[in-house]
C-alpha cells in the first residue's frame, strides 16, 4: 500500500480513532501510540500522535488528568468527556456513510469490469 496514500487518508482520521481509543479506556500518550501500533497502525510516529493529542484537548474533547511520574514530569491522562463522545459518535456516523459508499463504488466498479472482460 502507497504509504503516502495512507498517511493522506488517516490525516482525517487519527481524531476519531484516537478517541475511540481513549473512550474504551484513558490513556497517555505513550499508550495511545502504543495501542495504534497493536491494531495495525504500525507507521504512525509518536509525535503526530502527540501534537493531535494537544488539538483535541485544545478542542475540549477530552479531559486531561496529570498524573505523577517515577522520573521526569507528570504524565497526561487522557480520557474522553461528553464533548468528546459526541463528536466520536458523529465520526462513527460519517466513517459508516463514508465506507458504505466507497464499498459500493469498489464493488460496481469490479462488477462493470467483470462484465467488460466477458463481452
Known sequence: MGKQQMTEMLKGTLEGIVLAIVASEPAYGYEITAKLRDEGFSDIVEGTVY?????????????????????GPPRKVYSLNAQGGEYLEEFWKSWSF?????????????????????E
Open 51 to 71: 501534537a493531535l493529542l494537544v488539538r483535541i484537548e485544545q478542542r475540549g474533547l477530552v479531559d486531561v488528568t496529570k498524573v505523577p511520574s517515577e522520573k
Open 98 to 118: 463514508l465506507a458504505e459508499r466507497i464499498e459500493q463504488l469498489h464493488n460496481h466498479h469490479h462488477t462493470d469490469n467483470a462484465q467488460h472482460e466477458g
